[in-house]
């Protein structure tokens, strides 16, 4: 409550200054994608009918869900971090759909590859792509506030900024389901900088940044970048930490893990150093049936040298502290660096959050279908209206 009067209320530590209610709910839209592909026998049919046409959790209208595929395969060609995947055409345009579409049809890269290999992929995935679009949000606000006037105020700079906040935590009250939660497991895997528990603060300060009274471009764009560099922080733990348990003990799943949660970060390492992106996506290759001794060490020795590039250090990315850690012959060694210190989260501003119900339907989809996807979308479409109701 703000003095008796109903304020936007708090996503996780951050105070949003709109309304965000429905972007934050992408993470149910997750949770509903991964509950498909549960069990022994996933339903790969209904995961990409949820990945193509929504679940109905989040909303853009009554008639309008927010998918999944339509931030797969939204062109933000200009802005930094999806620049950084297309240098070189290191990765092709809609990169994510490729990877989503053929590890659910067991096509291209993923096929002929396992139940636990195209599941841990896809669930690991969907995290990499919705920190993609977190990241058009952020790129959405600044250019927005640069444009002055109207477009510089709560309701469009900042609301665009809170956007990105709102994909990256999520709508659970501790994270599920989001990017954020791989940040905080992350962290519990590492003795090094927490990301969980600081890149808010980033958020925070960038918020501040694109609002109209306290604008700064510098300070956005400067927020802007220290928040990719923690994300590169978790991701690389993620991979590190996989990669080296598969080597240890194979595990297709553990392997599936590594690699997945490397896609989200790839191409923003390739943009610093092409070497370690490369050499991490060549140890990482999901197609592999085993990892190879030395594969671990080798990979971590051409990063750390990159480390520099990438803005981090030894210190703030830390050692893994897990069970089936590999010691390498090498200590890490690197320049001294730290991570600018951001904000406390804003004051609260009056305004309230509004639900939206919405039920998917082939009319939302983002590209052609087939007739024979249409007449099962069809099916799935009549089911999620009878569950909606039964549930009503």
Same mark, same amino acid.
């Given at each position: ?10 996503? *996780?530590?951050?105070?949003? @200054?709109?309304?965000?209610?429905? !972007?934050?709910?992408? &993470?149910?839209? +997750? #949770? %509903?994608? /991964? ?89 690991? *995935?969907?995290?990499?792509? @919705?920190?993609?679009?977190?990241? !058009?949000?952020?790129? &959405?606000?600044? +250019? #927005? %506030?640069? /444009? ?245």
């Amino acid at each position: 409550m703000l003095n008796g009067v109903v304020g936007y209320p708090a996503i *996780g530590p951050y105070m949003p @200054v709109s309304d965000v209610h429905e !972007h934050k709910q992408i &993470s149910d839209e +997750v #949770k %509903a994608f /991964n509950d498909a592909l549960a069990g022994d026998s996933p339903n790969y049919a209904r995961a990409k009918f949820i990945y193509m046409y929504g679940a109905g959790v989040s909303c853009k209208s009554a008639t309008q869900p927010r998918m999944l595929q339509g931030f797969a395969r939204k062109d933000l060609t200009g802005e930094t971090f999806y620049d950084a995947f297309r240098l070189d055409n290191y990765e092709q345009a809609n990169f994510w759909d490729t990877f989503m579409l053929q590890a659910l049809d067991g096509t291209g890269t993923f096929a002929g590859l396992d139940r636990f290999k195209r599941v841990t992929s896809l669930k690991k *995935g969907v995290l990499g792509l @919705v920190t993609l679009y977190a990241s !058009h949000e952020l790129e &959405s606000a600044i +250019v #927005k %506030a640069a /444009n002055g006037g109207t477009d510089r105020s709560d309701t469009t700079s900042a609301h665009a900024w809170d956007e990105g906040w709102a994909f990256y935590y999520g709508a659970d009250s501790a994270g599920a389901n989001s990017p954020w939660e791989v940040a905080k497991k992350r962290d519990g895997d590492y003795i090094g900088t927490d990301v969980s528990t600081t890149i808010d603060e980033q958020f925070n300060e960038g918020l501040i940044a694109v609002r109209s009274s306290t604008y700064s471009a510098a300070q956005a764009t400067a927020s802007r970048d220290t928040i990719y560099t923690m994300w590169s922080v978790t991701y690389l733990r993620a991979a590190l930490k996989y990669l080296q348990l598969a080597e240890t003990t194979y595990d297709a799943k553990a392997h599936a893990e590594g690699y997945a949660y490397y896609m989200a970060i790839d191409g923003w390492i390739y943009s610093k150093n092409k070497a370690a992106a490369e050499k991490l996506r060549s140890k990482l290759a999901i197609t592999q049936t085993s990892i190879p001794s030395g594969s671990y060490c080798d990979a971590k020795r051409t990063l750390e040298a990159a480390y520099p590039a990438i803005g981090i250090s030894c210190t703030i990315m830390g050692e893994f502290s897990g069970t089936g850690a590999i010691t390498c012959s090498s200590p890490c060694t690197s320049p001294s660096v730290t991570l600018p210190a951001g904000q406390v989260a804003v004051s609260q501003v009056a305004g309230s959050s509004t639900d939206i119900t919405c039920v998917p339907t082939t009319t939302t989809t983002t590209a052609p279908a087939s007739k024979c996807i249409l007449h099962f979308v069809s099916f799935w479409s009549l089911v999620s209206v009878a569950w909606n109701v039964c549930n009503a």
